[in-house]
């Protein structure tokens, strides 16, 4: 079935960027759309941002709205999230996940990645 891996975290000072990027392994995939999420801790997994698996549909969280870039070239490519101007509360483990739509709620995605850690010092 898919996996999905999450790549790119690390921990970078206030006010720059990183760039995280998410891709299936272990088969062919294709026909889902992707979202990310965050998940800090003590607190819920929260929506960061969503692309349609076309690519040409984009969704954002408030908090990360003019800061985050969501993209993709095509369903079978990883799925990026450029990450720019970042804040200490942007730090948390930040999770791909893919399903039918893109959407914010969590628990409408079928499949996760492990998550890679991002944090933002000050």
């Known amino acids: 079935q898919v996996q999905l891996v999450e790549s790119g975290g690390g921990l970078v000072q206030a006010g720059g960027s990183l760039r995280l990027s998410c891709a299936a392994s272990?088969?062919?995939?294709?026909?889902?759309?992707m979202g990310w999420f965050r998940q800090a801790p003590g607190k819920e997994r929260e929506f960061v941002a969503a692309?349609?698996?076309?690519?040409?549909?984009?969704y954002y969280a408030d908090s990360v709205k003019g800061r985050f870039t969501i993209s993709r070239d095509n369903a079978k490519k990883p799925v990026l999230l450029q990450m720019n101007s970042l804040k200490p509360e942007d730090t948390a483990v930040y999770y791909c996940?893919?399903?039918?739509?893109?959407?914010?709620?969590?628990?409408?995605?079928?499949?996760w990645g492990q998550g890679t850690q991002v944090t933002v010092s000050s």
């Open positions: 996940a893919a399903g039918a739509r893109a959407v914010a709620r969590p628990g409408e995605y079928d499949y």
């Open positions: 272990g088969r062919t995939f294709s026909g889902y759309a």
């Open positions: 692309i349609s698996w076309g690519g040409s549909s984009t």
